[in-house]
């Protein structure tokens, strides 16, 4: 979701230098918190003016804390020396985090054979996204194929002063920090960090980056923990449980936005699923505004702890969406596209 993708570019020098000095002070905190630590910018004239210069390269901090591994039996830094490995912190709800995801497939399929070692690094932002079953479900869902550590305790997380989902590092042969990119975008840049450091040679299409809609409403959470009170305005039976608000009988949850996707991270109580009428701007969401996980009777249906893509659109656009629930809906956030 929009976890601080926008903007982040004019930060990068600072967050490169918490990134690459942490590999010493194992120091950092979650999304929205910074560090003071400074580090030299890439030096002009170095081979790829993306990648860090050779000698201001420091040593990646080893993978610390991790509650296991899927795809793959445990891997250590040192033990892929030798290869070039892009780790991708992500978590599965985080719609930033999704969109990447073909990004990195088509960079598996290209540059897997050629000494290409991609680590998806799944740092949790909420408690579900901890549980073994669920991450497993959603890298099989969201067909993720190469290894994934569950850096359930963010102690990886924390090893690389990592404050944002998704980041992307990429590590020479010699398990040194050569590049970093926070958030989404710019995968014609990391692809072409990916050939310098290969040696492969080739060429890297350019990409046109999409327009940014400078009023499109930031991401909301609906727990107290991180709420901006007033902005979701909740009516009928509900409980703060820090991370979300839970329905304790017929609810609603509205909120005015402008964006042109809507999305929600949402879970039902129980075991069982729920059903979850949306109505944009008082009426059914027509067929063109639907979500794919939006049924044709306008209604979600929340089976599983997830990202539900909700209204989708070509233009940003204002609007006002309702979700109508019963007892036992869990909303964590609305975020936008």
């Not at 890439?42 to 804390?65: E, K, M, S, W, Y």
């Amino acid at each position: 979701m929009n976890r601080y993708q926008i903007g982040l570019f004019v930060v990068v020098g600072v967050i490169i230098a918490a990134a690459v000095i942490a590999a010493v002070q194992s120091s950092g905190d979650t999304t929205a918190q910074s560090t003071n630590n400074s580090i030299s910018q890439p030096t002009a004239g170095a081979i790829d003016p993306d990648l860090i210069a050779v000698a201001q390269r420091p040593n990646a901090p080893a993978f610390t804390g991790l509650a296991g591994w899927l795809n793959s039996p445990p891997l250590t830094v040192s033990g892929l020396q030798g290869r070039v490995v892009l780790i991708d912190f992500w978590t599965y709800s985080c719609v930033n985090c999704v969109r990447t995801l073909p990004h990195l497939q088509s960079l598996q399929a290209k540059y897997g054979g050629k000494g290409l070692t991609i680590i998806g690094m799944h740092s949790p932002e909420f408690d579900f996204e901890k549980s073994l079953s669920n991450v497993t479900a959603a890298v099989k869902r969201l067909d993720v194929t190469w290894p994934v550590a569950l850096d359930s305790n963010m102690a990886t997380w924390n090893a690389y002063s990592n404050q944002y989902w998704p980041a992307e590092y990429l590590i020479d042969q010699q398990g040194r920090i050569a590049y970093y990119h926070p958030g989404e975008g710019d995968n014609d840049t990391t692809e072409r960090a990916i050939v310098s450091l290969l040696g492969t040679g080739g060429t890297v299409a350019v990409e046109t980056p999409p327009a940014q809609d400078s009023q499109q409403t930031p991401e909301l959470y609906a727990g107290s923990e991180r709420a901006t009170p007033g902005q979701i305005q909740l009516q009928g039976s509900w409980q703060d449980h820090g991370q979300y608000v839970e329905s304790t009988g017929a609810a609603t949850a509205q909120l005015q936005f402008h964006a042109q996707e809507v999305y929600i991270v949402a879970e039902a109580a129980g075991t069982q699923p729920l059903t979850v009428l949306v109505t944009l701007d008082g009426k059914p969401v027509p067929a063109a505004d639907r979500g794919p996980d939006l049924s044709s009777s306008s209604t979600l249906t929340i089976g599983r702890s997830d990202l539900f893509h909700v209204l989708t659109g070509t233009t940003g656009r204002d609007g006002t969406i309702v979700l109508s629930v019963t007892a036992g809906f869990r909303l964590y956030t609305f975020t936008f596209g």
